[in-house]
């Protein structure tokens, strides 16, 4: 029983800190909401940012295997995949009407700055989604999609820090309009092997 309890309390975390701040869902909205006390919580957890860094495992935890099954399915061209994957976060975004984004960027604005353990594991979670980028993308400059000197690892780079981005926007204007138009950016970006396009003829 004390199991369930302590993973309704970080699954109920994950939900609240996509939609709210840190201090916007506040402890007592959490409790309220699972049905727990303070007192169960501080016995589960011990101190607020060790249930933060549980509740980052977890969403962590989540985005691997989304990785996983997506980038990782070779029966799909590369670029596809990603893709498919900014369209599957898309359609996540609007199944919650565009009001819940992503905990990690969330976390990161609001907690990142001050906390060092959580800026250390916002950090290393941010560089485990490049590298699966980076795989993928790999993967499709080996397959010809990309020019050869393509650069991967700063197209992985500019494809987190990019999403991240298109989220927020998406977030605050409350439709998927920033997912779409950074979805065709970047893939027209990366093919040309993330060069901007020359404007100065037109």
Not at 20 to 48: C, E, I, P, W
Not at 62 to 73: L, M, P, Q, S, T
Request: charged fraction near 30%; proline fraction near 3%; hydrophobic fraction near 40%.
């Amino acid at each position: 029983m004390s199991h369930d309890t302590r993973e309704r309390l970080v699954r109920r975390g994950v939900e609240l800190l996509t939609e709210f701040s840190f201090g916007a869902m506040g402890l007592d909205r959490l409790l309220q909401s699972v049905g727990v006390t303070k007192g169960s919580f501080y016995h589960f957890f011990g101190s607020k940012q060790a249930f933060t860094l549980e509740v980052i495992g977890a969403y962590e935890a989540y985005f691997e295997e989304r990785f996983a099954r997506i980038f990782g399915d070779r029966t799909v061209p590369p670029l596809q995949r990603m893709r498919r994957w900014m369209d599957e976060a898309r359609q996540g975004m609007a199944r919650h009407g565009f009001r819940r984004g992503c905990l990690v960027g969330n976390l990161s604005q609001e907690l990142g700055p001050h906390d060092e353990a959580l800026r250390e594991r916002l950090q290393a979670v941010f560089r485990r989604w490049e590298d699966w980028a980076d795989a993928v993308l790999g993967a499709a400059r080996d397959a010809g999609e990309l020019p050869p000197a393509a650069d991967t690892r700063q197209l992985a780079r500019m494809f987190c820090i990019g999403w991240q981005g298109a989220i927020l926007r998406a977030k605050l204007e409350g439709h998927g309009q920033p997912l779409d138009d950074f979805a065709t950016f970047f893939l027209d970006a990366a093919r040309r092997g993330g060069d901007a396009p020359d404007r100065r003829h037109r």
